[in-house]
């Protein structure tokens, strides 16, 4: 089966494994991380237990995405989410809370 991760940036907590579920051609893992050093750390481990894509929260930045690429040499395939900046007022409220 092929091995699909979703990381969260959770400056809160430490960070692992959080949940995971299962289709009948992926497992799914949902991490988070407590820092970007971690999310380095965990790329290139998830890259090393045949993790074939990973996707980033929006608290990472297209730059943080790129670094990741780079230290993977590109061969795990990483996304990262993107908003609209229209909504930038939306998001400022919502994580202000």
Known sequence: ????AFMILDGSRPGGEV????NKTTHHHFFTVASFEEARET???LQQEGFGTLELCGAFSRWQALELMELTGNKLAIAYMV?????????QAFFAK
């Open 1 to 4: 089966m092929k091995k699909y």
């Open 19 to 22: 949940g995971a579920y299962d």
């Open 43 to 45: 790329a290139v481990r």
């Open 83 to 91: 908003h609209e900046p229209v909504l930038d007022p939306v998001f």
